[in-house]
Every structure is written in C-alpha cells, then in structure tokens.
C-alpha cells in the first residue's frame, strides 16, 4: 500500500491554465505539507497543515490555494498558471508537528512533475 | 546564514567502499532533529535516518549512519559497503523551532549527488 500518494504524477498545461493535485496519506498522520523543488533540486516548503488547519504558509503567490478536506487529503489549486511554477511538487506527511517535535519525520509522495508551457 | 550547508554537489565512490556525504548546520536552538533523505533519478524522496540533537549515540539504520558532532554542528551521513542502488541525491536536513515558541519548520540542503562505480 502506498503511503503517500499523489496525482497527477505528471501535468503539462498552457500557461494561464488552473490545475489541481492532490495527495493522499494512509498513515494516520495529523500533519500534512506541500513542496517545491525547482529545477536545480532545491527543496523548499510552501505549505502545512495539521489537522486540516494551515499552520505553515511560506511567501507563496495567492494564485497557490490548499485545501485540506480531511487530514488524510491536502490538494493543491494553482490559477492562472506561469512558466515559472513548472517544478516538482510533493506533497509530504508526519505524525503530528506539534506532538512529536523534533522527531517528527516527515515522509513524502512520489512527487508532481508540473511543466508550464 | 544557510541553515543547512552540504559542500559537495557531487561525488564519486567504488562499489563496496565505504562513503561519507558533508553536512553542516545553523541553528541557535537547543533542541532539534537532524534527516537525511535520499532521492533516486526516479524523484521520490525516501527517508533515511534521524539524529535527535539530544541524542548521545549516533543514528544507524541498516548500512547508514550519521556521524554527528554537535560541538561542530555536522552531521554527515556514512554509507557503507556503497552499491550500485546508492547512485542518487542525498539531502540533509534539520527541524527547528519547536521550543522556541514559533512554528517548525523542515530546511533542506542542496544536495550531493552520489554516482557509485562499479
């Protein structure tokens, strides 16, 4: 069984286009997070959210919404998308950030490869 | 300042020899954790290893370990016996934040790519 799951694991959309990806946990986790990695590999948070609440939500354009219907699903809506929001995106999970702290692992999908043309 | 520093982009080791991949951080907290997490050319991300920063033994899991030194702040990851498998980009990464008050967060480094030779 997979843990974390997402999909699309490819998406090649026209620039301006929304698109969604979604992801979905079977490990129980309480806390749940989105990615970026850039072409050069560099990983960055974008967004977290525990028990369906934001907790994390770093310098992203508001063209980025996630939305958490319950904890085991944290989708991502990109509007009016641009060449530069062609990346990989993971989406990630961990028992709960607040209650393990620092041993919190973090464990992630199999990643969206976005290209924006 | 990086939180996460790894110096080498990339390297090379033999098959069956043993392989140590840099990683040095910054953080001002007492308490923290340590990752490190490998990704093949396949693009998952699969966790590794942790290392608790007020843990007094070393991490091991399997063929990895973490040789931690916190008076240095590093934490670098020893692969031994390296197989062909192990050819992928190795991150490191620290968790912070929790006792200060504010939220935590995950830095990632930038990555060493591996390539194991046979």
């Known amino acids: 069984d997979t843990a974390v799951s997402q999909t699309p694991k490819y998406l090649v959309t026209q620039m301006g286009n929304d698109k969604s990806i979604k992801c979905e946990q079977n490990?129980?986790?309480?806390?749940m997070y989105w990615y970026k990695q850039d072409s050069k590999k560099f990983l960055k948070i974008m967004f977290s959210?525990?028990?369906?609440?934001?907790?994390i939500n770093e310098t992203v354009p508001n063209r980025f919404s996630p939305k958490s219907p319950d904890k085991a699903h944290l989708n991502l809506h990109i509007n009016s998308l641009e060449l530069g929001d062609s990346a990989v995106y993971f989406c990630?999970?961990?028992?709960?950030?607040?209650?393990?702290?620092?041993?919190?692992?973090?464990?992630f999908g199999p990643g969206t490869r976005l290209t924006v043309l | 300042a990086q939180k996460i520093t790894q110096t080498q982009p990339g390297m090379f080791v033999q098959e069956k020899e043993a392989v140590t991949l840099d990683c040095t951080y910054d953080?001002?907290?007492?308490?923290?954790?340590l990752f490190w997490y490998k990704q093949p050319s396949s693009g998952e991300m699969i966790f590794l290893i942790y290392?608790?920063?007020?843990?007094?033994q070393n991490a091991t899991e399997g063929r990895y370990s973490l040789n931690f030194q916190k008076a240095r702040k590093s934490a670098n990851l020893v692969i031994s016996a390296s197989q062909l498998g192990d050819s992928a980009m190795y991150f490191c990464?620290?968790?912070?934040?929790?006792?200060?008050?504010?939220?935590?967060?995950?830095?990632f480094g930038t990555g060493t790519k591996l390539q194991v030779i046979p």
């Open positions: 953080t001002s907290d007492q308490s923290y954790g």
């Open positions: 290392q608790g920063s007020y843990d007094e």
């Open positions: 959210y525990n028990n369906k609440e934001l907790i």
């Open positions: 490990l129980g986790h309480d806390t």
């Open positions: 990630a999970s961990s028992q709960n950030m607040w209650a393990s702290g620092d041993t919190d692992t973090q464990y």
């Open positions: 990464a620290m968790r912070e934040g929790f006792y200060s008050g504010g939220y935590q967060k995950v830095t």
